[in-house]
Nanobody
Framework: EVQLQASGGGLKQAGGSLRLSCAAS????????IGWFRQAPGKEREVVSCISHTDGHKYYVDSVKGRFTISSDNSKNTVYLQMNVLKPEDTARYYC???????????????WGQGTLVTVSN
């Protein structure tokens, strides 16, 4: 069974940091791109960052460039999202999935977990 479990969210003040984890199982991790997405209340889900396991390329949406860093530990089948200098506009539920609209030539798995909630206060 394909599973992607996001964790690590919480409540932080603006300027703080969080590290999200995406633990994957049930598929060959190294064959797929992993994307982090977020959805704020009343807004559409947006892609935040992606990492390709085929060539190591990384993508970041403009609003998080320089603040967020995506990384992967293949030995643990886990992708991380280090989020620094958090802003209130980063408040959202964050999800990971084996897909990325920016890397649409990569194979994908349309599975979504429960996500993890990130709340950033002023």
């Amino acid at each position: 069974e394909v599973q992607l479990q996001a964790s690590g969210g919480g409540l932080k003040q603006a300027g703080g940091s969080l590290r999200l984890s995406c633990a994957a199982s049930g598929f060959r991790f190294s064959d797929y791109v992993i994307g982090w997405f977020r959805q704020a209340p009343g807004k559409e889900r947006e892609v935040v960052s992606c990492i390709s396991h085929t060539d190591g390329h990384k993508y970041y949406v403009d609003s998080v460039k320089g603040r967020f860093t995506i990384s992967s530990d293949n030995s643990k089948n886990t992708v991380y999202l280090q989020m620094n200098v958090l802003k209130p506009e980063d408040t959202a539920r964050y999800y990971c999935s084996a897909q990325c609209p920016v890397y649409n030539w990569e194979p994908t798995l349309d599975q979504w977990g429960q996500g993890t909630l990130v709340t950033v206060s002023n």
